[in-house]
Structures are given as C-alpha cells and as structure tokens.
C-alpha cells in the first residue's frame, strides 16, 4: 500500500480550482463577487474568446492595500471573517478566501489595486505556483483583477470546455444574475472587444425591464411581503412553456435551493395548465443567522435554519401577489387592457388574451359601472357555453370549468374552517371496490368525514357513500370516492390533508361541477354569473384554464367590418 503523503500546495491549490472553477463564469462570479464585497459603484467586465482567453473585472471599490496584495493570492486569506461567529452569519458574498488562490493555481492572474487612502496604486502577477513582487502601479481607486489563459497548465481540464458562444453565454447569464440582484451599481459586459451590455445605476424595475425584457415586467405582477426581519419581494410572472425565467436571491445571492422553488411553484399550482412553468424573480432577505451559505463549493445553495416557515413565507406572499383582491381586481385589469393589447387571427384587439397567458388564463373581472360585471345570461350554446351581455360587450363562459372553479373555492374555505358540511343521502350510492380499497376507507374514516364524506362496507367487496359534502351532494358521488380512496391509498391521509390538498380538492370539485350538456335556465345561468363574480380566481378553472373571455362591441364591429 502506497505510503501516505502531505499533498503540495499547487496541487492542494488545483484540486479547490476543481471545485470552485468550472469555466470562465464560474470565474467571473467570483471576481464579480468580491468587487459587490468592496462596495464598487460601477463595474466593468472585459472577456476575450467566451472567457477562456481573458476575464478581466475593474471597480471603483475600496480596492486592496499595498502589503495586502500577497495575501490576496494566498489560501485561506479572507478579510471578510474571522471567527466562527461570523461565518454563522455572513454578509458578505466571498468567506472562504480561496477563490483567488485557486484560480490563479490555474491561470495567469494579475492584481491592480488601490485603496482610496493610498497616493497610488500598486500590482502582482501569478502564474500557477509563482507569485511575483508587489509593485507601483498607476490607478484610480478600486481594484482590477485579470484572469488570461484558463487551465494553461492543466491542458486536461481546458479540453472540457464548450465553445466560445457556448463559455460567453454562461458569463452572460452569471453577469445577469449579479447585475438583477444589485440594480444600484452600474455594470458594463464587453466581448472580445465590443460593447455587450451597458447598465446604468437604475431602479430595480428598470433594470428587470432591461435584462429579462419588457415583456416579462409588463406581464408581471409585483411581490411584496414581510413578516418580520424577513421580506420576500420581486414579480411573479406568466406561466411559461419552458422554466426560462426563475430566479429566486437569498440576502442578495442567486440561489438554487429546493424549498423555494417548490413554494414558488406551489403557488402557482392552480393556473399550470399542461407543461407550463410558473415564471418569477424574487428577493427573499433575511436573517443572516437563519440561513446557511456555506453549503456548496460555489455557494449556489443554502440551508435554512426553518425552511417550513421559509416555505410557507413564500408561498403565501406569491399566491397573495397572483390572487388581488375583488377590489384591485378592475383596476389591474384596466391598467393591463392599456399594455397588453394582442392581434388575433382576425385583427381583434384582445387586452384580456395577453393577461390570460400571464395568469395560466386568470382574469380579472371587467370593469362595470352599472350592472354585475360579468352581465346577464342569454343563452345557453351547445349545453357548454353561457352566453352573457354586459356593459362591454358579449361574454362566453364555459359553465362546467366555472362551476368547478367556485366549489372547489368553497371547498377550500370548509376545509380550512375545520370541517366540510355534509348531508346525508336519501340512497347510498353503492359501488363495487377491491379489499384495498374497503380497507382503506375503514382505515381512513376520520379524514373521509373531515371531507365530508361517509363511507362504509356493504359487503366484502362493496361501498357505500352515506353522507357527502353539502357542495357535491348532487354531483358524481361514486366517482368523487373513488377519488379520494386512490389519493389515501396512494398518498395517505396527512398528505392528502395538507400538502396534496389543492389537487384533492380539485378532483372533488370536477366530480361536483355542473357536466355538459346539462341544461340550465336563464336563473341558474344568473346565479352561476353572480356566483362567478363573488369566487376569488374564478378567472380560471382548478386545472389552470380559463372561464370566460370578453368580446367587446368594438371588437364584434371589427368582426363584421362596421364603420368602414
């Protein structure tokens, strides 16, 4: 067996570059980082070739000190901690202090620096294992730092690198990141010579706008909430084909952390229609005590001290964002109509489409000045369609997804009462069931009756539903139990109770929604309208599709070419 041995610092050095120094971004994160840790107001980033040839990051920081520029390239030489304390709650985006050290183990590194104290500047160079002298340098105050020929020497590791565009776009998107969480300072990409990106010290909304594009501000709505020392805040966005906007910051690091993205999505979980993404940038800043930095080599992931309170925090602040009040409700509709006008197939302005692709569809109800805004029943078309006159126009609702929308909302409000009301049934509804599933209702009799729902053996092989929810009493009794017996059955009880329980009570609220084809009278057509107006997120069905869509009289006279 091979005698054990003290590794040499190079190589000590190397094997850290592994883990810190993917590519050229990973690179440029850590410079870019520690020019946000020097307070620098402006920042310009300089790559030649993707960043494999040159990364080079110059700020108007604090700059470093003469005789400190050594410990700069030294191992575990970090002016950002000092005890254990600190590292429990860090501020700073760099605490390792061996980000230079390993990236200068790698490449060809020299450092520029003056402090605003200093009557000039002074510089060191590094290649692999050799540090240079420190000398005078003439230099502004802040810091330079240039990073040439990535993995020189270790032409086994440069192999592993992509193409040019392919190393520039991750730089890109790490400069994006950086530049979203920090709209206060100034920032400016060049690429192998030419202007890239040019930012201006701006408000955050401005500078969204300008990186992630008009679009996705325009068809956002804003997230604020704190409780607390925490404050979460940002834009929820449109639901999207593909997950191509989702950031989420912890205390101003880009983050991928598991817990937020599942709160993220879970309140968005009722408006994902098919594959869509929901779509967000939000800044969650808290206690640097309660959170955990240290956990990843290249600090992209975190650990919270409470991550179900994190969790909750969130998803409430979201879902409160995509859910506005009755009473902001018009005015966000009127405010989005004026920016979000869309050309169909046949020319019609539709505000409300592009709104209905933010919200998965969830629309806001018109604004109406002297009748309810979804209007008064005509018809009925084809036993689907409601059709409606309001003060606007024609409205079509598709009754059976708006129905199932209002029961499940009202479900839902049971349910976190404590109990769903239920009613007995004049005839069981009995149906054929295998030994698992008798099993699991005799097992499970406790929550069944919180859903309002109760269930017995009539034989060795058969239910019967003796009491369902007031709510679905006249819907599809057998198929909602067979319903909520797979979800126990496959789930269990506390799951199904809580963190399954929007998908549950969507599956009970589809078996009770009035079915196409059913006819209704004008009345019922009314009270389904009213019903409509008076349910939050009603704009939706529970699978994320819409209820209703307006037709203006503007809009039908473009149809049928009055006026010209």
Do not use: F, Y
């Given at each position: 067996m091979p005698a054990i041995r003290v590794l040499p610092d190079l190589l000590v050095s190397q094997i850290a570059a592994g883990e810190v120094v993917e590519r050229p971004a990973s690179v440029l994160k850590e410079l870019l980082e520690n020019s946000l840790d020097a307070d620098a107001r402006s920042i310009t980033v300089t790559l030649d070739e993707g960043g494999a040839k040159r990364i080079q990051v110059e700020d108007d920081g604090a700059g470093i000190a003469r005789d400190d520029l050594p410990l700069a390239l030294a191992r575990h030489a970090?002016?950002?901690?000092?005890s254990l304390e600190d590292l429990a709650g860090v501020r700073s985006m760099g605490f390792r202090g061996e980000a230079l050290a390993s990236i200068a183990s790698v490449s060809r590194v020299s450092i520029t620096a003056c402090t605003r104290e200093a009557?000039?500047?002074?510089?060191i160079?590094?290649?692999?294992?050799?540090?240079?002298?420190?000398?005078?340098?003439?230099?502004?105050p802040g810091t330079t730092v240039t990073v040439a020929d990535l993995y020189f020497n270790t032409p086994a590791r440069r192999k592993f690198l992509r193409s040019e565009a392919t190393e520039f776009g991750h730089c890109d998107e790490l400069f994006r990141r950086i530049a979203l969480a920090r709209p206060e300072i100034a920032f400016t990409l060049k690429h192998n010579g030419r202007a890239s990106r040019h930012l201006r010290s701006q408000p955050l909304k401005e500078r969204v706008a300008g990186l992630l594009g008009s679009e996705f501000i325009d068809a956002s709505l804003p997230v604020e909430a704190q409780a607390g020392t925490a404050r979460v805040f940002g834009y929820a966005g449109s639901p999207q084909a593909r997950a191509e906007v989702q950031y989420f910051f912890v205390n101003g690091r880009c983050v991928r952390d598991r817990v937020l993205a599942h709160a993220a999505r879970e309140a968005y979980a009722e408006m994902l229609h098919g594959e869509r993404q929901p779509g967000y940038l939000l800044f969650l800043e808290i206690d640097p005590r309660s959170v955990d930095v240290n956990v990843h080599p290249a600090k992209t992931e975190v650990r919270f001290r409470d991550s179900r309170s994190i969790h909750q925090f969130v998803l409430h602040a979201v879902r409160r964002a995509l859910s506005p009040s009755a009473a902001e409700a018009p005015v966000a509709y009127a405010a989005l109509s004026q920016t979000h006008g869309v050309q169909s197939s046949f020319g019609l302005a539709q505000p409300a489409a592009a709104y209905q692709a933010f919200m998965g569809s969830a629309v806001p109800?018109?604004?109406?000045?002297?009748?309810?805004?979804?209007?008064y029943a005509l018809a009925q078309l084809h036993g689907v369609y409601i059709l409606a006159q309001n003060e606007a126009g024609l409205v079509l609702v598709d009754m059976h997804a708006a129905h199932e929308r209002i029961v499940m909302e009202r479900l839902k409000s049971n349910l976190d009462a404590g109990r769903v009301e239920r009613q007995s049934l004049l005839v069981p509804a009995l149906f054929r069931a295998e030994a698992l599933e008798v099993a699991t209702a005799e097992e499970n009799r406790e929550a069944l009756e919180r859903l309002g729902l109760e269930m017995s053996a009539a034989g060795p092989n058969e239910l019967a539903v003796r009491a369902a929810p007031v709510l679905l009493a006249g819907g599809d009794v057998v198929g909602l139990a067979r319903g909520v017996l797979q979800e126990l059955k496959e789930f269990g009880a506390e799951q199904v109770l809580f963190k399954r329980q929007n998908e549950l009570l969507a599956t009970m609220a589809c078996h009770a929604a009035v079915r196409a084809n059913r006819l209704l009278s004008i009345a019922e057509m009314n009270a389904l309208?009213?019903?409509?107006?008076e349910t939050e997120r009603s704009g939706t069905c529970n699978h994320g599709r819409p209820t209703w869509y307006q037709l203006t009289l503007a809009d039908l006279d473009k149809l049928f070419l009055r006026g010209r």
């Open positions: 970090t002016s950002k901690i000092s009557p000039h500047g002074a510089a160079r590094a290649e692999g294992p050799h540090i240079g002298e420190v000398e005078p340098a003439a230099r502004a109800l018109p604004t109406a000045q002297n009748a309810p805004p979804l209007g309208l009213r019903d409509m107006e």
